[in-house]
């Protein structure tokens, strides 16, 4: 390229990306034309480029849109989590589910439910708050002359089992009417969401995903082995640090946008490595995917069952659940665990 850059373009993986973001966009389209007041794809389109009704400008533009939006950035939030965790642990089960991260908003946003009566904004400041300290309590547990895959991994579900019994124990403590609000948010729903939710995910989003990118290459080395990439001029903790903060800040703020949305961050990533049969992290792959899931259950969930009557939480965990437990059986017999 002009200016000596240079670009390496996997055909199959490229094929992979523009399928699976065509996809997660015909989704949503398909997703803000579903609800009781049904618009034909078409006029969805049409109102999209301006050129819909006053009605229909409504519904798309003020109801509809932002919650697909939401649902786009989320689950590219976190499939691009989740890519990051596994990367950096090498290990499959890296995921924000496992680790606790999920967990750890979920504990915030609880704090603030129950102990503080907050409102919306004050949960999502809870939920972001609590799923930063979360992270920064599994890196520094996790810590021994760096940071390692498998002693990550184990720390996290650790960590996962405390906030765990924290959460079970705000429950308890809570009256009725803060109970239910509280499950209502832990079982993960794109229902109400508006343009509140997509300025902060797109302006973490932004800043985010470019700089992932730009030390894809170390990842890449990174999991050759810390001595390799080292070797390679890679500043291995440098990046492994910086990596990490990045993917507990893209998990943080999807779960206190829409709550903890299981599984996404966990199936994305190994989704769309076998799709593209391409080693390294696979990041912009599990972007796309990650999105295309979220909106696809999404769209699911309305579609069979009712548009507010399934949470999407749950039906990411229903097929997240299905597919850890084949990939445990996978592993198992391939003799890594």
Not at 19 to 26: G, K, Q, R, S, T
Not at 73 to 90: E, I, K, T, Y
């Amino acid at each position: 390229m002009p200016g000596g850059l240079s670009l390496r373009l996997d055909p199959r993986a490229l094929t992979v990306v523009v399928l699976v973001l065509a996809a997660a966009l015909a989704a949503g389209v398909a997703l803000i034309g579903t609800g009781e007041a049904r618009i034909p794809v078409a006029d969805v389109l049409r109102t999209l480029a301006g050129n819909g009704t006053a009605y229909q400008d409504f519904i798309v533009e003020e109801l509809r849109l932002p919650r697909v939006l939401v649902g786009l950035l989320v689950g590219a939030s976190l499939g691009l989590g989740g890519a990051l965790f596994q990367s950096v642990s090498r290990n499959p089960l890296g995921s924000p589910d496992v680790l606790g991260l999920s967990q750890g908003s979920t504990a915030g946003a609880l704090v603030v439910i129950v102990l503080m009566s907050g409102g919306a904004a004050q949960v999502t400041a809870g939920a972001l708050i609590g799923g930063l300290v979360t992270g920064l309590a599994i890196y520094l547990l996790a810590w021994k002359q760096g940071v390692h895959g498998y002693r990550l991994v184990l720390v996290g579900i650790g960590v996962n089992a405390l906030v765990t019994a924290v959460n079970g124990y705000l429950l308890t403590k809570a009256d009725l009417v803060d109970a239910s609000r509280a499950v209502v948010w832990m079982t993960g729903s794109l229902d109400g969401r508006d343009w509140d939710q997509v300025r902060p995910l797109l302006a973490v989003c932004a800043v985010l995903v470019p700089l992932v990118l730009v030390h894809a290459r170390g990842l890449r080395m990174m999991e050759m082995g810390d001595d390799v990439a080292n070797a390679l001029g890679v500043r291995v903790q440098r990046v492994r640090l910086l990596l990490m903060v990045c993917a507990v800040l893209l998990t943080a703020t999807a779960t206190a946008a829409a709550g903890p949305v299981g599984f996404v961050a966990l199936t994305a990533p190994q989704l769309a490595r076998r799709l593209t049969r391409s080693p390294g992290p696979n990041l912009v792959p599990s972007l796309c995917m990650g999105a295309a899931l979220l909106v696809a259950a999404d769209w699911a969930s309305q579609r069979l069952f009712g548009a507010g009557r399934l949470p999407v939480g749950v039906v990411t965990g229903v097929l997240g659940g299905g597919y850890l437990l084949w990939l445990l059986v996978a592993e198992r017999r391939a003799g890594r665990i």
